[in-house]
């Protein structure tokens, strides 16, 4: 009985999405709850997993179309249905004007066992996002020792694996063979070799031209001491750990004192319009999250409402799910202010490309010790971190710019030991 696959509904907004990818091809296997197929809007990426087991029959939606939610994008003939089953003359007239293909089915795989090979198999459990990196890696998840919660496999057990590390003990060594088709991919690329494109990073590369020509950058930066909260959180971070199952990191002190902030100066609240500079009611904060192949700003809502604890569990499990590939578009939508943590990567000094639609990014630069003059002309040494920021000129002016930045730097040097969560 063929079953026809819809473009899922990513997200409450959203209205559409395009097929990044099939993973499949026609007349290959598919097993319940395996992925098939990628499909992305404009904010994310998410593989389909299949409703049923069967065969690969129709893939009725070719990669770069983009349809709307709802409309049919392939068919599956379910497992026990004959092979000469009618052609599904409905489901192709339920799908909007796109392109059909019926390639013949290729030749069973000898590498498969009742028509479903063991890669396959193994995949199942494991996150999308992660399965993904697996392939991109030619690695084999089957002879992988995980290293994440109850041995679950992690993005970094594959990217240990494909360089041979310990967590992929059994793991068959990395193949820098340059491809056939002369094409890498973005988690591995090969000298002498083209990346595609995909839909996530033709996103991101429209986006971010899109931003420079737009809204006229300007950037600036204070140095800020931040030894009296590097103690506090010190101080904090193993019962906060325990308690929440969550690390303690700076983020969520530096997010608190940003919303605090941007409550006393809204026009960094702000977006530009031919109509006017619109001032948003509520302060929803950006956290950008850097993924293997790709970059997203998931959204933790009215931030300004959440202590410092409230902050870290929510940006926590956003990142989490992140890294899972588990965020839908709601969970990317209605960012006002975005905060970058570039430090985490030794960054002391970055100058990031503003978000359309947003009136400021904020960075979070690496913390390092350094000998400062203190009161009294004494020379101590202290925890000393760089807070930068790029601001839409249309919007905002370097006084109120500086103002804000100012701001920011009193309140991240206000917090110290005697502050709770």
């Not at 010190?234 to 308690?243: G, L, M, Q, V, Y």
Request: one cysteine or more; glycine letters at 8%.
């Amino acid at each position: 009985m063929p079953t026809t696959i819809k473009m899922p509904q990513l997200g409450e907004t959203v209205t559409e999405g395009t097929v990044a990818q099939w993973l499949k091809k026609p007349g290959d296997r598919i097993e319940k709850y395996e992925a098939f197929v990628e499909v992305s809007t404009d904010k994310v990426n998410a593989e389909v997993p299949a409703p049923v087991s069967g065969i690969l029959r129709e893939i009725i939606v070719q990669e770069g179309e983009t349809v709307p939610t709802g409309a049919a994008i392939a068919v599956i003939e379910e497992a026990g249905a004959p092979a000469n089953a009618e052609p599904v003359a409905d489901a192709i007239m339920a799908a909007p004007a796109a392109a059909v293909h019926t390639a013949a089915a290729p030749a069973a795989s000898a590498s498969k066992t009742n028509g479903v090979s063991r890669a396959d198999t193994s995949l199942r459990g494991v996150s999308p996002a992660v399965r993904k990196l697996a392939r991109e890696h030619n690695v084999d998840v089957t002879r992988i020792r995980g290293t994440g919660a109850n041995g679950r496999i992690t993005a970094q057990d594959i990217l240990e694996a494909s360089r041979g590390g310990a967590a992929a003990s059994a793991a068959p060594a990395r193949t820098q063979a340059v491809p056939s088709d002369g094409r890498s991919s973005y988690t591995n690329p090969i000298p002498g070799t083209t990346i595609p494109l995909t839909q996530a990073r033709k996103i991101i590369a429209q986006r971010m031209v899109e931003s420079r020509h737009t809204a006229p950058h300007a950037w600036t930066m204070v140095e800020v001491d931040v030894s009296n909260l590097w103690t506090w959180r010190t101080r904090e971070k193993d019962a906060f750990e325990r308690e929440n199952g969550q690390k303690l990191t700076l983020l969520p002190f530096f997010m608190r004192a940003v919303v605090g902030s941007l409550a006393a100066y809204p026009l960094m609240n702000a977006s530009f319009a031919d109509t006017g500079i619109k001032i948003h009611k509520d302060i929803n904060v950006s956290i950008a999250v850097a993924l293997p192949d790709n970059l997203i700003l998931p959204v933790v809502r009215n931030a300004d409402k959440l202590s410092v604890k409230g902050l870290a569990v929510a940006a926590g499990t956003l990142i989490d799910r992140a890294r899972r590939g588990q965020l839908g578009a709601d969970d990317l939508a209605g960012g006002t202010f975005t905060v970058n943590n570039t430090g985490a990567n030794g960054s002391i000094m970055s100058a990031p490309i503003l978000p359309t639609g947003q009136a400021g990014i904020i960075t979070m630069e690496a913390v390092v010790k350094r000998p400062v003059v203190v009161t009294g002309d004494a020379i101590a040494i202290r925890s000393i971190m760089n807070v930068c920021l790029s601001l839409d000129h249309r919007v905002v002016d370097g006084g109120i710019a500086s103002a804000f930045l100012s701001d920011v730097k009193k309140r991240l040097e206000a917090m110290g030991p005697a502050g709770t969560l």
